[in-house]
C-alpha cells in the first residue's frame, strides 16, 4: 500500500502568482481608490437637449384652407451640427464666450483636469471628453451633457453651446435661402440691365432725331393734309353753289387760296424733309419701331423675371430653420461624476482578467516544459 499523501505545501510559483495578483490587481485599485476618493475633485454634469425644425409655410391656396405645417425632416442639418459641435470651430466659438482653462483646469486633480496646455489641439481633446453628444437620427434630437468641477461652470457651456448652435441653424437657413434666390435675381439684374439699355436707346433716338414718335409725326402732317383737304373740297362746293354775283364769293375765293397755299407749303414741308434723304423718314420709322420693339420685349422679361423672383423670395421665407430647444441648460445640485465604484469595479474586472490571462501564459509554458 502507498503512504496516504502529505499535507500540501506552498511553492514558490504559488508565492510568485500571489505576489503578481498584488502587484498587478490589488495594489493598483487600492492606489485607484485612493485616488479617486481623495484627490479627484467632484465634477457637476449640465444638460442640454435641442432638435433642428423647419417651418414650411403652405402656399396661399393652402392657407385658405389654415393648412400649415411644422416638419422634421433636417436630418442634415442635424448630422452638420453634429460633427459642429465636436470640431475645433465650436471649441473656439464657446471659449470666446467662457473662459474654458478655468473651467476645465484643476491642478489638484491632474488626471481628470486639462492642466497647463492651453493648445487648441490638446483643449479639443479634452473638450470631447468632458462634453458628450448624444444624436438619434431617427428623431434628430440631439443631448449635451458637458462636465466641469463647478456647475456654473458646465451650464454656461451648455447655453453657449445651444447658442452657437442656433446662430450655425440660422446661417444655413440664410444660405438656403440666398441659394434659393440667388439665380432668380441674377435674371431679374439682367432683365433690369437690357430695360435700361433699350430706354437709353429709345431715349437717345428722340434726343438725336428732335422726333418724339416718327409714326405720330407722319401721322399729325397727313392729318393736317386730309383737313385741309377736306376744307377745300368744301370751300369749293361752297363756291359753286354760289351765286356770280355774291358778295361773299370773293371772300369764299381767298379762302380758297389760302386753303391750296397752306397744302403746298405743308407737301413742300413735307417733300423737303424727304428729299435731304430719300430714305430718311423710312429709316427713322424703321429704326423706331425696331427700338420700340426691343423695349417690349425687355419689358416682358423684366415683368416675367420679377415674377419668377418674387415666387422664389416668397418660397423661400415659407421655409425657415430654427433649433427647439426640449431641455434648457441645467444646473446641478449634486456631482454625479466621476463615478468612482463604477472606475473601481471596471478597473479591477479589466485587471483580474489581464491577471488571469497572464497566469493561464505562464501556466501554459510550464507545462510544455
Do not use: C
Not at 392729318?223 to 385741309?228: Q, S, T
Amino acid at each position: 500500500m502507498r503512504p496516504p499523501a502529505g499535507l500540501a505545501r506552498l511553492k514558490n510559483r504559488h508565492k510568485l502568482l500571489a505576489a503578481s495578483f498584488l502587484l498587478i490587481v490589488v495594489l493598483p485599485v487600492l492606489v485607484s481608490a485612493f485616488y479617486l476618493f481623495t484627490i479627484a475633485n467632484d465634477q457637476y454634469a449640465s444638460r442640454v437637449g435641442f432638435s433642428v425644425r423647419r417651418e414650411e409655410s403652405s402656399s396661399a391656396v393652402e392657407l385658405l384652407g389654415g393648412i400649415t405645417q411644422l416638419t422634421g425632416d433636417t436630418s442634415s442639418d442635424a448630422d452638420i451640427l453634429y460633427e459642429y459641435i465636436q470640431s475645433e470651430e465650436m471649441v473656439r466659438a464657446v471659449g470666446r464666450r467662457v473662459d474654458l482653462m478655468q473651467a476645465f483646469a484643476n491642478p489638484g486633480d491632474p488626471v481628470f483636469s486639462i492642466g497647463s496646455d492651453a493648445r487648441i489641439e490638446k483643449m479639443l481633446a479634452f473638450w470631447n471628453r468632458m462634453v458628450d453628444v448624444f444624436y438619434d437620427s431617427g428623431t434628430g434630437l440631439i443631448e449635451i451633457r458637458v462636465l466641469a468641477f463647478h456647475p456654473e461652470d458646465a451650464q454656461a457651456i451648455t447655453t453657449a453651446i445651444a447658442d452657437e448652435s442656433s446662430d450655425v441653424i440660422n446661417r444655413l437657413s440664410a444660405t438656403a435661402r440666398e441659394d434659393a434666390t440667388r439665380y432668380a435675381r441674377e435674371e431679374l439684374d439682367k432683365s433690369v440691365a437690357r430695360l435700361k439699355k433699350a430706354r437709353s436707346a429709345l431715349t437717345q433716338f428722340r434726343a438725336r432725331s428732335q422726333i418724339v414718335d416718327p409714326q405720330a409725326t407722319v401721322q399729325g402732317r397727313m392729318g393736317i393734309l386730309n383737313n385741309l383737304q377736306s376744307q377745300l373740297a368744301t370751300s369749293m362746293i361752297s363756291l359753286d353753289m354760289m351765286a356770280k354775283d355774291d358778295p361773299r364769293r370773293a371772300e369764299l375765293q381767298q379762302r380758297l387760296d389760302v386753303i391750296r397755299n397752306r397744302i403746298a407749303d405743308e407737301r413742300s414741308e413735307f417733300g423737303r424733309a424727304e428729299s435731304t434723304s430719300p430714305d430718311d423718314f423710312a429709316n427713322l420709322i424703321n429704326e423706331y419701331e425696331s427700338l420700340t420693339v426691343d423695349q417690349s420685349f425687355a419689358e416682358k422679361a423684366y415683368l416675367s423675371a420679377l415674377a419668377a423672383y418674387d415666387a422664389a423670395l416668397a418660397d423661400a421665407q415659407r421655409k425657415s430653420r430654427y433649433l427647439a430647444i426640449h431641455i434648457s441648460p441645467t444646473l446641478a445640485e449634486t456631482a454625479e461624476y466621476p463615478r468612482r465604484m463604477m472606475i473601481l469595479i471596471t478597473l479591477a474586472g479589466l485587471l483580474i482578467v489581464s491577471w488571469s490571462i497572464l497566469a493561464m501564459v505562464y501556466y501554459s509554458l510550464r507545462d510544455r516544459r
